[in-house]
């Protein structure tokens, strides 16, 4: 989706997959609220 060094067909990769990217990120925040929680537990224990 994302290609180096060529901005322009980045962004009509992004529009032309919104769904993808959206779950990508979507993903990517519950993957790093799951470590926030993780190592709260750890701390706490």
């Known amino acids: 989706?994302?290609?180096l060094g060529k901005p322009a067909e980045?962004?009509?990769n992004i529009i032309a997959n919104?769904?993808?990217f959206r779950t990508g990120i979507f993903?990517?925040?519950i993957t790093f609220l799951c470590d926030i929680?993780?190592?709260w537990a750890l701390?706490?224990?």
Do not use: P
Request: proline share 0%; with cysteine.
């Open 43 to 45: 701390y706490i224990s």
């Open 37 to 39: 929680v993780a190592a």
């Open 27 to 29: 993903c990517y925040l």
């Open 1 to 3: 989706m994302v290609i």
């Open 18 to 20: 919104q769904t993808l």
């Open 10 to 12: 980045t962004v009509q």
